[in-house]
């Protein structure tokens, strides 16, 4: 309780703050609205449904994005985490499309796979793909030495070391890379309702620029800032269900 | 029975120009308690891994005969699974094998002997360093190999935790007559503990002592600080 306290004391002050600079009209309400017109704006959508629908769409690609770059992810970077040839044959390509942001290529995307949800899919995938894949990589590799030799002492096979130590040990990295990938995922997807959408909350946010509704435009930001912590926190409770032993 | 003997002949290991093991012969008898002291680098360790199966000897005959079917290390450091609870560690063997009979029952027997049934449910990382070294012995008795190897499985711990697992330790052998291989660099551990010490040195076996101390021994027993100052004196 005492941490949320101290974590909400710099947002109420720039909520303060940003009261204040509107009450005293230091810019143009069109360039900055107040918080009341934000709110208001906020509960008409909320009201009208219109936030629930977009918001629920975007969840929605998030959701099968995510659920896809997992179970692809997952088993290629235990796969390529116990190959002893797949970085010293793979590692300049890898770091290559690493570098290489997923809304860079969307104007390639769009062209091979056209403007629906395939094409929204995809950069989702691309976004929470690599860091999914590489922590999976790394949790295998990174499996302590000295744990297999307790395996192998106790007779293990092979498939029992990688079933019973590499996999548990590595469940801390691939849930850190699930979390990444996940928040990755998000930003992802509001940057290609930016670009190419017809429905979801990055299009409700260019749909109000549009309309010169920066109240909109304001709200939108706010609920994505809000909803994504939500995952994260959310998801952080899976990780403690999940991984007990972590915390302790 | 003489099967039941363990005889290394031969066995060599060499990492690079250095020798760290070189034995041409050694006899181990079933359900002894053998110490083995030597100064860092002197090849203890080394010995116990081959014996493991961890490294492979440089030799092509066979240099060890008469190995147990099973046999198990007791590590310097607990290596104990982070994921599993200290009942699941100490049942960790289970998962490489087809079933034990009886294992729970095994199990909180053990736990019982090693004085962890409250701490049954905990993590490893809620341990402190005595109690996850016994965990460390509990998993590899719930094996229950022949052969236990043990390398200096107390070194880590203060005075008071390791008397009290020497003990243990002592307890557990006179109960289930394991034959036991226990490397340590400190002498005293090793005459309070042993049937027979083995000095080693430039991976050799320099001097092959039994102790005739009967039990209990007590450190400040006159005979055991002779021997004590006898084998110092070799390995100085």
Redesign the interface.
């Known amino acids: 309780m005492k941490r949320f306290i101290n974590g909400i004391i710099v947002p109420v002050i720039l909520l303060l703050l940003w009261y204040a600079v509107t009450r005293m009209q230091i810019f143009n309400e069109y360039l900055l609205p107040s918080p009341g017109t934000v709110w208001e704006a906020l509960t008409e959508l909320a009201t009208s449904g219109e936030l629930a629908k977009h918001l629920s769409i975007s969840l929605r690609r998030v959701f099968f994005g995510f659920l896809l770059a997992a179970c692809t992810a997952i088993p290629l970077g235990i796969v390529c985490g116990r190959s002893r040839y797949f970085y010293t044959y793979c590692w300049f390509l890898l770091e290559f499309l690493r570098h290489v942001p997923p809304l860079a290529a969307i104007p390639l995307i769009i062209l091979w796979a056209g403007i629906d949800e395939a094409s929204k899919l995809t950069i989702i995938f691309l976004a929470s793909f690599f860091p999914l894949f590489l922590n999976t990589i790394s949790g295998i590799r990174n499996c302590e030495p000295?744990?297999i030799?307790?395996?192998?002492?106790?007779?293990?096979?092979k498939t029992?070391l990688i079933?019973?130590?590499q996999l548990?040990?590595a469940?801390e990295s691939i849930v850190t890379g699930l979390q990444l990938a996940l928040g990755y995922s998000w930003r992802a997807l509001i940057g290609a309702e930016l670009i190419a959408a017809s429905a979801g909350i990055g299009y409700l946010i260019l749909d109000a620029e549009e309309m010169s509704r920066p109240d909109i435009v304001l709200a939108g930001m706010l609920c994505i800032g809000i909803i994504g912590s939500l995952l994260d926190w959310a998801f952080l409770h899976v990780l403690q269900r999940l991984?007990?032993?972590y915390q302790? | 029975m003489e099967t039941d003997i363990l005889f290394l002949q031969n066995l060599k290991k060499t990492y690079g120009n250095k020798t760290a093991v070189n034995i041409p012969s050694l006899e181990i008898r079933p359900r002894t308690f053998t110490c083995i002291v030597g100064k860092s680098g002197c090849g203890k360790t080394t010995l116990l891994r081959l014996l493991a199966g961890l490294e492979t000897p440089d030799t092509n005959t066979k240099s060890i005969t008469g190995l147990p079917a099973k046999t198990a290390p007791v590590f310097q450091e607990p290596r104990l699974m982070p994921w599993l609870t200290v009942k699941g560690n100490i049942m960790f063997s289970l998962k490489g094998q087809n079933g034990m009979p009886a294992a729970e029952e095994r199990c909180w027997q053990l736990l019982k002997e090693l004085e962890l049934t409250e701490a049954a449910g905990l993590y490893p990382a809620q341990l402190s360093g005595g109690m996850a070294q016994r965990v460390s012995l509990g998993r590899t008795l719930f094996y229950d190999p022949e052969l236990i190897l043990m390398d200096e499985p107390f070194s880590a711990l203060d005075y008071f935790t390791r008397r009290n697992l020497q003990e243990m330790v002592l307890r557990l052998f006179r109960h289930q007559q394991k034959t036991i291989l226990f490397v340590t660099h400190d002498v005293e551990e090793a005459l309070l503990l042993g049937d027979r010490i083995l000095v080693m040195e430039n991976g050799s076996i320099k001097a092959d002592i039994p102790v005739m101390i009967s039990f209990p021994r007590k450190a400040a027993d006159t005979a055991l600080q002779k021997m004590r100052q006898s084998i110092l004196d070799l390995l100085a």
Do not use: D, N
């Open positions: 000295k744990l030799e307790v395996g192998l002492s106790l007779g293990f096979s029992q079933r019973h130590i548990p040990a469940l991984i007990p032993w302790k």
